[in-house]
């Protein structure tokens, strides 16, 4: 799809999305699947009438409904009335019982959606409707049900409402619904229910504003912006969703006040001599053409220069299509800014739109001379012409004392005029090593291109690598339709302090580079073992000492009693210690805590009992 | 002047084993101990090396730790400090002494790595 660009300001909002031919096509195989029940026939039925396409088979489709109708129940019989109400030739047999329950429906203490399918029930089956007892029951519904989706089934039921009853206040509801949309970047307005009640809001309220003739608040804007929310997705979920996007469009291309227009380009928008036309495409939102519009371009100006070159110029329609021969203008090539404008009707929306157009040409290139010039010019230039395609005959020796030189020109073959493409490069290829080198060509303000090479100068690009080149010119640009790549002539360059040719090795970018072996962490340089175990050794002497000067003092346990407090203390305090060493070698602290605590605990007890008989001792003596 | 620092030292060491009790000198001889240990852990470090840093510290605070509070149960035993004392028996000091060794041994062996 080709998308327009939207100017802020002097133009408005032009749709992004709408349905085209094959997204209409989509919809229509998803609205015509196998209908399982009652719902989904309506949904098939009805969808496929508004998109304008047939339903098949309209008797066994009438055999259908009759056969799943429900009399008793209010949803049933809303579904067979609509759909037998589209199609032909489908009478549905309607019994008193019946239209009591449909009549009884309308109070304010049903649904909405109960109210909605009982009235549209009773108009579809041609029973008479007590109009403004609906429109009360609607009223006191609306506030109670504050949704979008209730307010938009009251929107619909009061379209099916006789014309002189009192609808102006549901039809208020329209521009408080419209308050609540959520304006996306400027581009979308939905609601954030989501895309089947965005689509049934616009339809319910061009339904009302049509059936009531009075035009929906909506501005412009705001209809373009809605038209992108409901058209952007492509694939729909379920059949209810396809079901309103269809209802959307159908109202969007068929109500009395605002039809949004579409206009896009038939393939690219691009005109050139062998095609000199430029087509557009001018549908509704369902890529319906809008036959009776009229298409002309405001004006056109070159984005290069900005020179006017169309003022209000007419397209002219054939065959479904608006075609305006461009060429016959006789642009330059490049870039023009279109505006058009749709006309015609005055219920259009968004009919002025921007459009870029491309004029290409075909280039050739002229005079292409070439020759080899001394530096001191001492010796004259022997200048060769080359015809384009062919190459040059003989081939050009150029070595440090010389220059190789090229001129030419590039010329548009349609009009002569002398053209500046965004590429002009020279390309030297050398033959035996695949190297090549290119150059940029640059026009001089006569836009004669000119090229020079300075054998001595430019070596270093060769690498200083002799041979023979192959010379190409490359030539190409957006608006040429013959980009040129071609071989003028084979040159010979010799180089002064030629060094050995090196085979030019691709570039070595993917190749695997050498391994990085991981360098683990050194361990700490540790003292030899001998001096760890003198130290040892000497740091476990003073205890010797202290144990020898114990038994010099006379320290004894001669006065070790064997009650059981005291070896229970004993035996606690050694589990302690050895507690410490399990510690130092397997547990973590909170193992560690959890043992001390118990054994801790046992040693404390045995231990404040031993004290006290010690203390007792103690005094006693 | 060397004279009188003999002589010093010489009556001091009299007067220790003289009026010390047996109790105190057993305490004593285990300060000592506790002392030429964390001396020679001390030199170990300043000879060979502070690797691994964390072993030296551990054992080096068990010393000074311990040596800390053998002087408090010194202090608290010793009969001429019973008045300072009054609400603290030997058997309480004791029972400290213990607990407090509980403590620090507990920080000791989570250091020493």
Redesign the interface.
């Known amino acids: 799809m080709f998308s327009l660009l939207a100017l802020a300001g002097a133009q408005g909002l032009t749709p992004a999305h709408h349905l085209s031919l094959p997204d209409v096509a989509r919809l229509q195989s998803l609205l015509s699947q196998q209908f399982t029940d009652l719902e989904s026939a309506y949904y098939s039925v009805l969808g496929l009438t508004k998109l304008g396409a047939a339903v098949s088979d309209h008797k066994q489709v009438c055999r259908f409904i009759k056969s799943q109708l429900d009399p008793t129940s209010i949803d049933s019989v809303f579904f067979a009335a609509e759909a037998s109400q589209a199609i032909s030739g489908c009478e549905i047999p309607v019994s008193n019982e019946t239209r009591d329950i449909l009549l009884a429906a309308v109070s304010e203490d049903s649904t909405m959606t109960q109210i909605h399918r009982a009235v549209s029930a009773l108009s579809s089956l041609g029973l008479p409707v007590a109009s403004q007892e609906v429109v009360g029951a609607l009223t006191a519904r609306i506030n109670k049900e504050d949704n979008v989706m209730a307010i938009t089934s009251a929107l619909q039921t009061a379209a099916r409402l006789s014309k002189q009853a009192e609808l102006g206040g549901i039809l208020e509801e329209i521009e408080d619904l419209t308050a609540r949309l959520d304006d996306l970047g400027g581009i979308y307005l939905q609601f954030e229910e989501g895309l089947e009640a965005t689509a049934m809001f616009v339809t319910a309220a061009y339904s009302l504003s049509d059936h009531v003739d009075m035009e929906p608040p909506l501005k412009e804007d705001q209809v373009i912006q809605l038209v992108n929310s409901i058209f952007s997705k492509k694939s729909w979920d379920s059949l209810a969703e396809a079901f309103s996007v269809a209802s959307a469009a159908a109202a969007l291309s068929n109500n009395r006040f605002h039809v949004p227009v579409f206009v896009s380009a038939q393939g690219p928008a691009t005109v050139s001599h062998s095609q000199p036309t430029l087509q557009l495409l001018v549908t509704d939102v369902m890529s319906q053409p809008l036959a009776s519009a009229n298409v002309l371009v405001e004006s056109a100006y070159a984005v290069a220069s900005k020179s006017i070159i169309l003022n209000q110029a007419p397209f002219t329609l054939n065959d479904g299509v608006f075609e305006l021969n461009f060429m016959s203008k006789q642009p330059a090539s490049g870039y023009y800014q279109f505006t058009i404008a749709v006309t015609g009707d005055s219920r259009l929306v968004a009919n002025h739109v921007e459009l870029k157009v491309k004029v290409s040409t075909e280039v050739a290139v002229a005079n292409m001379d070439l020759s080899v010039v001394d530096k001191d010019q001492s010796i004259g230039t022997k200048t060769t012409r080359v015809d384009y395609p062919s190459k040059a005959k003989s081939s050009f020796t150029a070595d440090s004392h010389q220059n190789f030189a090229m001129s030419f020109q590039l010329v548009d073959v349609n009009t002569g005029v002398e053209l500046t493409p965004h590429q002009t490069f020279v390309r030297l290829h050398n033959q035996k090593t695949g190297q090549e080198v290119v150059f940029v060509a640059e026009p001089d303000s006569k836009n004669l291109y000119k090229f020079e090479l300075d054998t001595a100068e430019r070596k270093s690009e060769f690498d200083s690598i002799s041979g023979t080149y192959s010379l190409y010119l490359i030539v190409g640009d957006a608006t040429l339709e013959n980009p040129i790549l071609w071989n003028v002539a084979d040159v010979v360059l010799k180089f002064v302090d030629e060094e050995a040719p090196a085979t030019i090795q691709a570039k070595t970018l993917y190749v695997p580079k050498p391994e990085i072996q991981h360098l683990f962490r050194e361990p700490?340089?540790?003292?030899p073992t001998v001096?760890?175990n003198t130290?040892t050794a000497?740091?476990m002497?003073?205890?010797l000492?202290?144990l020898i000067?114990?038994f010099k003092?006379?320290?004894n346990i001669s006065n070790f009693s064997f009650s059981p407090s005291t070896i229970l203390f004993h035996v606690g305090?050694a589990a302690?210690?050895g507690l410490?060493y399990v510690?130092?070698t397997h547990l973590n602290?909170f193992q560690?805590l959890k043992y001390?605590a118990i054994i801790?605990g046992v040693t404390?007890l045995a231990?404040?009992r031993m004290?006290?008989q010690?203390?007792v001792k103690?005094y006693v003596s | 002047m060397s004279n009188s620092v003999i002589s010093v030292i010489s009556r001091f060491l009299e007067e220790y084993s003289s009026s010390t009790p047996n109790k105190l000198k057993v305490v004593d001889a285990y300060l000592l101990y506790i002392l030429l240990t964390g001396a020679l852990q001390f030199l170990y470090c300043l000879l060979v090396g502070t690797f691994p840093f964390n072993s030296f510290l551990s054992g080096f605070i068990s010393c000074v730790g311990s040596f800390i509070l053998a002087v408090c149960l010194r202090i608290q035993i010793n009969p001429q400090n019973k008045g300072e004392f009054l609400s603290i028996s030997p058997e309480r000091a004791f029972a400290d002494f213990l607990f407090a060794h509980t403590v620090l041994h507990l920080v000791v062996m989570n250091f020493i790595g």
């Open positions: 700490e340089k540790k003292p001096v760890s130290f000497l740091v002497s003073p205890f000492l202290l000067l114990w003092l006379g320290a305090h302690m210690l410490m510690y130092w602290m560690t001390l801790g404390f231990g404040n004290l006290a010690k203390a103690r």
